[in-house]
Every structure is written in C-alpha cells, then in structure tokens.
C-alpha cells in the first residue's frame, strides 16, 4: 500500500511564483517594460531565458540570486506537511511537476533541508553558463493542446506512473496539489480512487468548478485546502484507513 503526492511548486509549496520572485534581484525591483510585455501566452520559459539574460547584463550573480530565492516564503503550514511526509517515506512517494526551474526549486529546498522528502523533481532545466548567466530549457516537447509548450503535467505524471509499473510499483491513490490552470489537465487524467487538491481561491479550483457546473466533473475526488495543514488531516486520515 503506497500513496503518491504530486505537488506543483509556485503558490502550492511556496507562496508566491519563484519566477517573478527572482525580479527582486533587478534594478530598483523591476523589469523594463519591453521585456515585461514580451511575453507571449504558452511561451514563459523562453521569457523567463531572457529574463535571465537580462540580470546577468546588469550583473546580477549567481550568490545574490541563490540569497533573494532563499528568502521566498513557504506557504501556511507547508513545511510542517513536508516534514510529516518525510517522516512516513515507507508511505508516501513524492515528486514535483513545475513549470519553474531546477535552480530554483534546489534552491529553496535545500535551504529548509526539505529536498530528500522528493523522490523526483520534473522542471525545467536550468544552469549557469560559463559567464555566469543562468540559462533555463523546456523541460520536454508534446502534443497536447491545453497545455503550455514546455511542460504538459499530464504526460509526465503518466510517464512517471508507466515507469514505476515498470519497476513492480503501483499506487493506491494518486493526491494531486496545485492551484493552477496548467494542473487540470493532469487532474483530469486522475481516476475515481484518487484526490485532487486545489488551492482554494485559485485558477484550477475554478476550473473544476466550472466542469462540475458544466456537467462534465473530473472523475477523482475534490478536496479544496488554504493552508497545508488541512491536507496534512487528511493524509493522517489516509494513513489510519
């Protein structure tokens, strides 16, 4: 009897976007606004690479980054459920499907000492190049039409999910956290046995509202949480069963 948390990172782990977070590190906090309207819906991650290439311009290094992502806040109770995940492993599988980078996400757990609790982490890649500009690369390439160009969340935790069958492990239940919009469709590969937790108030809750008002509901359980703690209850409720 195993479990498997799929967690999204930006507003589900931390409570903020450690993309946008990372503009802190710019002059006087902000970006030009040619650069800020360069962005083209679908294509974030070429955005976010000249984002990158626009602080390294401005001599922004990689310690100063590494010192503002660190102090990115974790949302309510959120340290407290990775450290109970930890403590039950035998348990719980874990991985995080993100549309932000391996940088950054390595980053922030490190320095709450949280990235063990992960079996896998599914981002974009990211590095520093030889004159120390951070670099960033589409995680993979798909066909699905809803889902951004980089990243389709539901080919990797189907991809995730075929491997480990592979290897002789299947799940009980897959407990899906996100907030948003590129985490439906993952939530609707879910089936009857398994539970989605959007974060309340946020794009995929809407988003599953709206399906259930359009008669056609994703086929797992909802459950909605505003601090982690809440999910925490019902994994110790899972766990009891």
Not at 118 to 127: G, S
Request: glycine share 6%; aromatic share 10%; charged share 25%.
């Amino acid at each position: 009897m195993k479990f498997l948390l799929v967690f999204d990172f930006d507003h589900t782990i931390v409570d903020e976007n450690s993309d946008t977070w990372i503009v802190k590190c710019a002059p006087e906090n902000k970006l030009p606004n040619g650069l800020r309207n360069s962005y083209q819906p679908g294509h974030w991650t070429e955005y976010m690479g000249r984002v990158f290439v626009y602080l390294g311009d401005n001599g922004v290094k990689e310690e100063e980054m590494k010192r503002t992502m660190t102090t990115i806040p974790f949302t309510a109770g959120m340290v407290d459920l990775l450290g109970f995940i930890g403590e039950n492993k035998e348990l719980f599988d874990c991985i995080i499907v993100s549309d932000s980078n391996t940088v950054f996400i390595d980053w922030i757990l490190k320095a709450v000492g949280l990235h063990k609790v992960f079996d896998e982490v599914f981002t974009n890649p990211a590095a520093f190049s030889s004159t120390g500009y951070l670099t960033v690369q589409n995680f993979h390439s798909h066909h699905c039409a809803k889902c951004p160009k980089n990243l389709c969340k539901r080919k990797v935790l189907k991809e995730f999910l075929d491997k480990q069958l592979e290897r002789g492990v299947s799940y009980t239940q897959i407990v899906y956290i996100g907030d948003g919009g590129n985490d439906l469709c993952p939530v609707m590969f879910l089936k009857k046995d398994d539970i989605a937790m959007p974060r309340q108030g946020y794009t995929l809750e809407k988003k599953i509202s709206q399906l259930a008002q359009d008669l056609s509901p994703v086929e797992c359980s909802v459950l909605v949480w505003s601090s982690a703690t809440e999910i925490m209850s019902y994994l110790k409720v899972l766990i009891k069963e």
